[in-house]
Nanobody, 113 residues
């Protein structure tokens, strides 16, 4: 069973940066496409960014140019580098294995002055 553990969330001022990490265990990480999702209070969970097993990436329009998803297969970890953060980026961020549909438990990101 694939287990995913997110870390790196916190409170940051508008315009600031954070890097989220998602460590995977229990399977062969390199063969899986991975995604970062977020869910704000009262809103549906949405896909923010994804990365294929070959390293191809895609992004939600509102984060293009500000967020970067990457992966380190040797560490079985996927990252989300977030820059120029805005209050509307405030949410719980989750990583997901797009093949097995396994979810992490999430990490809170709060953008506030």
């Amino acid at each position: 069973q694939v287990q995913l553990v997110e870390s790196g969330g916190g409170v940051v001022q508008p315009g600031g940066s954070l890097r989220l990490s998602c460590a995977a265990s229990g399977s062969i990480f390199s063969i899986y496409a991975m995604g970062w999702y977020r869910q704000a209070p009262g809103k549906q969970r949405e896909l923010v960014a994804s990365i294929s097993n070959g390293g191809s990436t895609s992004y939600k329009d509102s984060v293009k140019g500000r967020f970067t998803i990457s992966r380190d297969n040797a560490k079985s970890t996927v990252y989300l580098q977030m820059s120029s953060l805005k209050p509307e980026d405030t949410a719980v961020y989750y990583c997901k294995n797009l093949h097995t549909n396994s979810w992490g438990r999430g990490t809170q990101v709060t953008v506030s002055s």
